[in-house]
Nanobody, 119 residues
Framework: QLQASGGGLVQAGGSLRLSCTAS????????MGWFRQAPGKEREFVAA???????NTADSVKGRFTISRDNAKNTVYLQMNILKPEDTGVYYC???????????????WGQGTLVTVSS
């Protein structure tokens, strides 16, 4: 299971840190990703981190969002800075044995946490 937390309401320019804690599988064997879904839009890739710590970040958030993981705590983080109204959406964490930006490659998902950025 994946449990996401840390969402909330923030003003544009502000910051939030999302957390996702894993249980029930060998966390360190899996790559982890963050996706988001805005109202009326498809789910989109935000960032991913390999088991080794190598990361990939979507161009739309590059330089503002940072993904990291603490293997000792079975937790992956998404630090979000300089938030914009267009960052609003439900953020999901997911895990996969594959390295991909495609949501279909991820087989375990958290419940989502809502991020709302006001202008």
């Amino acid at each position: 299971q994946l449990q996401a937390s840390g969402g909330g309401l923030v003003q544009a320019g502000g910051s939030l840190r999302l957390s996702c804690t894993a249980s029930g599988r060998t966390y360190n064997d899996y790559n982890m990703g963050w996706f988001r879904q805005a109202p009326g839009k498809e789910r989109e890739f935000v960032a991913a981190i390999r088991r080794t710590g190598f990361t990939n970040t979507a161009d739309s958030v590059k330089g503002r969002f940072t993904i990291s993981r603490d293997n000792a705590k079975n937790t992956v983080y998404l630090q979000m800075n300089i938030l914009k109204p267009e960052d609003t959406g439900v953020y999901y964490c997911a895990s996969s044995i594959m390295w991909s930006e495609k949501s279909t490659r991820y087989d375990m998902w958290g419940q989502g946490t809502l991020v709302t950025v006001s202008s």
